[in-house]
């Protein structure tokens, strides 16, 4: 009896190699999304905060106004730029899902057939078995059937 061998192992062990550097490519963009979420709330709170401040303070010199509204339009452009590169990153997220999907695909059909292949082996090294057995049951038969009619002679 021969022993299973898959004849695609090497391009399934290809497949899931690319699965697993399609899978770290997404979860590096997404932790780059966290990141810029991040980035993103720590903005707004910045901006909140000098808000707050100023408003506070009750009275403020035109020094101060300026340079607050000066680290306004700062942190706006900051916003716009995260806002940016958000869209961006959430679009490279899109672009990767799809080429994960595929990678998963690829590899998931390579194991089914893998899976026939194996069912397809046992079935086949099952019927072989038993053709052994059935030849070993009939030659033992036959040499006992043998021996009987021969004792009968004798």
Same mark, same amino acid.
Request: no cysteine.
């Given at each position: 009896m021969k022993t299973f061998r898959f004849p695609l192992q090497r391009v399934l062990e290809w497949r899931a190699l690319q699965l697993r550097?399609?899978?770290? *490519?997404?979860? #590096?963009?997404?932790q780059q999304l966290a990141s810029l979420l991040q980035l993103r709330d720590k903005l707004a709170a910045a901006r909140n905060r000098s808000e707050s401040q100023l408003?506070?303070?009750g009275t403020a010199? #035109? &020094?101060?106004?300026?340079s607050w509204a000066l680290y306004q339009v700062r942190l706006a452009k900051q916003? @716009?730029?995260? *806002?940016?590169?958000?869209?961006?990153c959430e679009r490279l997220i899109l672009e990767q899902r799809q080429r994960l999907l595929k990678?998963?695909?690829?590899?998931?059909?390579? @194991? *089914?057939? *893998? @899976?026939?292949? =194996? &069912?397809q082996w046992v079935y086949l090294n099952d019927r072989e078995l @038993? #053709?052994?057995?059935?030849?070993?049951?009939?030659?033992? =038969? &036959?040499r006992e059937d043998g021996e009987n009619k021969s004792a009968e002679i004798a």
């Open positions: 550097v399609e899978e770290e *490519k997404l979860a #590096g963009l997404q408003f506070i303070s010199a #035109g &020094s101060d106004l300026q916003q @716009e730029l995260v *806002k940016t590169q958000l869209a961006q990678a998963r695909t690829d590899h998931r059909v390579l @194991e *089914k057939l *893998k @899976e026939r292949r =194996w &069912s @038993e #053709g052994t057995a059935n030849e070993v049951y009939l030659a033992k =038969w &036959s």
